[in-house]
Every structure is written in structure tokens, then in C-alpha cells.
């Protein structure tokens, strides 16, 4: 499938590699309700994978529909989180850590529970604890990085043209 | 700007639950009639819900590729043993065709050797041959297995021609000392001593008159006999 792409920067296993990375959080998230096989389902998002990948002017939604499978496949979130795990990369470690942190997340990056979608933050005075600094120093240096990031998410062009 | 990290210092306040009540209740209210706040608050919350999705989805995708990779290992180790039984099997079918070839060409050539000279007293079956070869000369040697007792040879009984060769073996487990041969009249006609490393000895049945002997393998009480013609 992937060689029927040309131009397609990503090889094989990249586009495995993403498409079952996103068919494994669907499932996890039960958008996948198995109206079709797995397989379908995963072609069909390997197949958006290359299609985002090469930028065509193409309408995912109908593709999707062309490919008999259409549950759960929020192509606009997952373009969300692909662009917002693209600007992430660009940040500094520091900030990226107190932001993780802050959002609920624990030092080492991972969930503190399994349920990815509980909306807490942490308060500061226990996040300044982990960091052996002052709640105050947290709080500014969370205020900073997060102001930092508006700016950058406020200048790129495809975060702008998702969130409006 | 400050205006700006009030609302934001605001909104932090307000999502860590550390508001106070009346706080709250004004909070509500100015969400209600200012766009502003409430665009900034859903900003907020857009960024920590992708942020976290982000997250979420790297680590997902660190964990499959670390399962790709392990399964890769695996496929790589299966193959690899794969190879190395095949690599045998290949040698060992190669080997066994060498050997086979060989053990054919030997047959043909003792053929042609026959068939240039049929006078030649050749007496020996093919099934027998290569057992034969172990004991020397391919026209004058004969082994006597027919009898029970198939760890002593010459068998009990068994008949020899002038022109062959007279192997004797025992087994090792038995206590030689030397070899002695009697005739028909119990005289002692042949007295070989033993080594222990020595597994067999032969005789040419020539140096002997024709009639019927006896070996015996002292210590060992045994009796055997063979006759020369």
C-alpha cells in the first residue's frame, strides 16, 4: 500500500508503526465498535497516515467512506495531536516538564492513572515538591513556559487553521 | 500583558480547585459575559486535553516499537537458527552424495578389475565388501559370521583355503594373554603372546598343513575350531 504512495517521505513501517499507534489508542478509547475487521480498520488508518503525510488536498472523511470503515476515526484530533506532538519537539526540556507535571502527568513523562481523559492538574505545592523548589518559583516558571507555547501554537499556521 | 497573567494566574487558580467559594461564584459569572475569559479558559483546556493525548500517543507508539523490535530480534534469532540447521542439512547431504559416489566408484572399479580378469579368484558379495575391506586383501580373506557367537573370530567351524588370510579377534572385554592353536592331535602347532592394545591377529593358513585345529585364548576357556582344506 505504502509503495502505491509516491513522494511518500515515510517508509513501511513508519506508517505501520503510526497507523497501529492510533488504531491501539482508538480501540483503548472504544472508537472502534468492530463493524469491520481490525485489519480493515488499520488499513484504513495507514492509509489516512500516507494521505496526511503527503498533504493532498484530499478530504479524509471520504476516503474513509470509500473504505468501508468510518467508526471512531477523528482525523481532526488526531491531526491535533500530530501537530501539537510536533511543536512539543521543539520545546525545551525544562518547560516541558513543568507543563507535564502541572497537566497530571508524572516526571518521567508517564500517566499517574490510566485513565488518560481524568482532567486534574496538579496543585503547585506539590509539584514544586518534586522539583525541591518553591510554589511559588513553580508557579511562575509554569506561567512562562506556558506563555511561551501560546505563542508558538498562536503562530503555527496548521494549529491556527485546526483550532478556528 | 499583567492583565493578561492575572486572567491566566486566574484560571489556574480556578482549575486546581483552590479557588475560594465566593471567588468561584464570581468566576462563573464573568465567564458568562466575558468572551475573552471563557475563549482563554477552552484554550487552556484544548491544550491540556492534546497535550495529553500527545503524551498519551508516544507513549503508545514507544511501546509498539519496542514490541517491533523484539519481535525483529526474534524473527532474526528463528531465522538464524533456521540457517544453521539448514547449512547442516546442506553438508550433511553433500557429505553422505561424496561418500556415496565414492563407494560407487570403488564398486565399479573392483568390477572392471573383475571383468578384466575373470580367472581371478574374486569372492567377494557385494553386501560383504565393505566389511571386507577392514580386514585387508579384498581375494583372500573370508569372514564367518554364520555362527552365534559373532564377537570371536574365525566362527567355530569355519573353513579356510591356503591362499586366504586367517583373521582371529576376540572381544575386548576378554582376558587374553596369548593366542595358542592345537591340531586334530592336541599338539600346540602356534603360540602367539598378547599385548592388551592388541585386537587381532592374522595368519597365513599356508604355514599350516591342512586339517582341523583348535584356538583357545588363555585365561579364557573358550575353544574354537577351523579347518584348512
Redesign the interface.
Known sequence: MVGAFHNLSLDAEDVFQEGLTRAVINVREQKFNGTSTFYTYLTSICRNVCLKELKRPVNIHEVDNNSIETEGSETISEDLISCMTAIKSKMDDACKQIIDLRFGLLQNGEFKNEKVDAFENTRFEEIAKQLNIEADNARQRFRRCMEKFKMVLSKDPEWRELTN | MAKN?TI??LI?KY??G?ISEAERELFDQRLKNEPVLSEKLS?R?????????????????QH??RL?KIEKQRLKSDSRIWLVAASLIVLFGISSLLIFQNSQKQNDREFLAWSKNPNKNFRITQGQQNEVKKYGALDSTRIHKEMADQDYLPANGAVFQVTDTIIFRWPVTSLKEKLVIFDDNWSKVKEVLLPKSVMEYRLNPSTLKSGIYTWILPPDKLRYQFSIK
Do not use: F, G, P, R
Not at chain 2, 483546556?45 to 507508539?61: E, F, M, R
Open positions: 497573567s491566566d494566574d489556574e482549575l486546581d483552590t484554550q483546556i484544548l491544550i491540556q486535553k492534546s497535550w495529553l493525548k500527545s503524551a498519551q500517543h508516544n507513549q503508545v507508539k509498539i516499537s517491533i
